[in-house]
């Protein structure tokens, strides 16, 4: 029981923290300013602007090498999508 | 006045634009086909594969790939006990892509197969953008379905024995985060579990054995059940004071199996005049073995889990890659609004630390059992593929 005590005042202590992510996500002033990243939304910024060829090396050292995983961010060089 | 108000329709419009290309949209349509050869350390590998991804509606997107690998030759310790191999996998995969408002919902399904090994893949993912679109997070999950076979017929006439399966799940959490309007971090992680048959088939341990003219015997693998790995991969990109990027990244990576491996990568991206963007690579990779590994155990099933698989050994290896991509039909054509073609090279240098040549090196030729010259090889990887964006 206690450790269900414990693991439900974890999720309310996540709960809270989450919707005061999510509240700050609204009112959070960017402090790069959407026309100043010309430059981010550059394609040369993309973390990876071809992504077969990504696909395929992974593929090559994941069966050549023991590490695999965590090989790329998400999102482009603008923060856009 | 008539400046400042052409100054203020200069800024309205620059806003729009921003406002257009930051609004949480779908990338172009895009078809691409692409063509790859690896060759090193015996082994030809050709790829062949056909991407086209298209807009259903402003918000929905589907993408379909079809990727073939034709594998000719052996590896060397498949090479040091049986005959060269002819292979080819065959991988599908469709993924459908949602945007609504700041957020982008990712669901896909991969199947691969081979004579002796199939595989299916489902997977999901979310992005969010926050914090004003200077940040994007990522969530994603996939669940990986194996079966294992082995082939003891020839590749010509395959007879294949199904020896087990594997379950594998993977969970991603990737963070990118604008820091100034020059430089973009990242943050991503990676932790997934394996669970069922996960060793290599075509793959022996040896140990020594005095009875043996070459004073070893070769034995299957035995690898545990399950296996947990976590990596943890910190990158940069940087924008420099002329019209180019740098980018670096650090990546850790542990397992159960006791693998700790640690990778560096550096990246130097220069475009001319818009037409060419042309990039030079280099990344190191190291790696302690496994802790059920090694290249000669002193008896038969010394240990309960034994392995001698090429990628559970202590080694090294560095690559450096350039690939130049040139774009063309700038005016379009046909349904087309551009198209680029992109060359890609690297040239790879694998050395093991605690894995011996055995195939060309052995009492023969007056080596003892585990005093074969350690194995290292060289391997080269191109790839040619054209872009066309509608």
Redesign the interface.
Same mark, same amino acid.
């Given at each position: 029981m206690p450790s269900l005590r414990r693991s439900l005042q974890w999720a309310g202590a996540a709960l809270i923290v989450g919707a005061g992510l999510m509240s700050s996500a609204c009112t959070i002033q960017p402090w790069v300013k959407p026309y100043e990243r010309d430059r981010l939304a550059d394609p040369i910024m993309a973390w990876d602007r071809d992504a077969i060829s990504s696909a395929y090396l992974d593929h090559i050292r994941e069966s050549r090498e023991g590490s695999r995983g965590a090989s790329g961010s998400a999102g482009g060089g603008c923060g856009c999508n | 006045m008539q400046r400042i108000a052409g100054r203020g329709a200069v800024?309205f419009a620059?806003?729009l634009l921003?406002?257009a290309?930051? %609004?949480?949209?779908?990338?172009d349509d895009r078809a691409?086909l692409?063509y790859?050869k690896?060759s090193g350390g015996g082994m030809d590998i050709t790829?062949e594969?056909v991407?086209v991804r298209k807009k259903i509606t402003e918000n929905l997107a589907v993408e379909v790939?079809y990727?073939i690998d034709k594998v000719s030759g052996a590896s060397i310790d498949v090479l040091s006990q049986a005959s060269q191999i002819k292979d080819e996998r065959k991988q599908k995969s469709g993924t459908v892509e949602y945007?609504h408002d700041k957020t982008?919902y990712t669901a896909s399904f991969i199947n691969s197969v081979e004579r002796d090994y199939k595989s299916d893949t489902a997977s999901f993912?979310l992005?969010q953008?926050?914090?004003?679109?200077?940040?994007?997070?990522?969530l994603a999950f996939s669940n990986t379905n194996d079966t294992v076979g082995e082939n003891n017929g020839t590749a010509f006439v395959p007879v294949v024995t199904w020896l087990g399966h594997a379950e594998s799940r993977?969970y991603?959490v990737?963070?990118?985060q604008?820091?100034?309007? *020059?430089f973009?971090a990242?943050? *991503?992680? *990676?932790?997934?579990t394996d669970q069922g048959y996960l060793a290599n088939p075509y793959r022996s341990v040896r140990y020594v054995d005095p009875s043996n003219a070459k004073g070893y015997s070769l034995a299957s693998q035995v690898y545990p059940d399950t296996r947990t790995?976590?990596?943890?991969?910190v990158?940069g990109?940087y924008?420099l004071p002329y019209?180019?990027?740098i980018t670096g990244s650090y990546?850790y990576?542990r397992?159960t199996?006791a693998?700790v491996?640690s990778?560096y990568e550096l990246d130097y991206?220069?475009?001319i005049n818009n037409i060419w963007?042309l990039e030079g690579r280099f990344r190191y990779?190291k790696?302690n073995h %496994?802790n059920f590994y090694s290249d000669l155990f002193d008896y038969a099933s010394e240990y309960r889990f034994e392995g001698r698989d090429?990628?559970?050994a202590a080694?090294d290896?560095y690559t450096i890659g350039a690939k130049a991509?040139y774009a063309f039909l700038p005016n379009g054509w046909k349904i087309f609004k551009r198209a680029t073609i992109?060359f890609?090279v690297?040239r790879v240098a694998?050395h093991y630390l605690d894995f011996r040549d055995i195939k060309y090196y052995g009492v023969a030729n007056g080596y003892q059992p585990g005093d074969e010259p350690l194995y290292q090889f060289n391997a080269t990887?191109y790839?040619i593929?054209m872009?066309m964006f509608f």
């Open positions: - | 800024i620059a806003l921003v406002r290309t930051c %609004a949480d949209v779908l990338p691409d692409f790859s690896y790829g594969s991407l790939n990727f945007v982008t993912s992005k953008d926050m914090f004003g679109d200077l940040t994007t997070l990522s993977s991603d990737d963070v990118s604008i820091l100034t309007k *020059n973009i990242g943050l *991503n992680f *990676n932790l997934i790995s976590t990596a943890i991969q990158e990109k924008y019209r180019a990027a990546r990576f397992d199996w693998i491996g990778t991206t220069h475009p963007i990779y790696q %496994a090429q990628d559970l080694q290896n991509t992109t890609d690297s694998f990887v790839q593929y872009s």
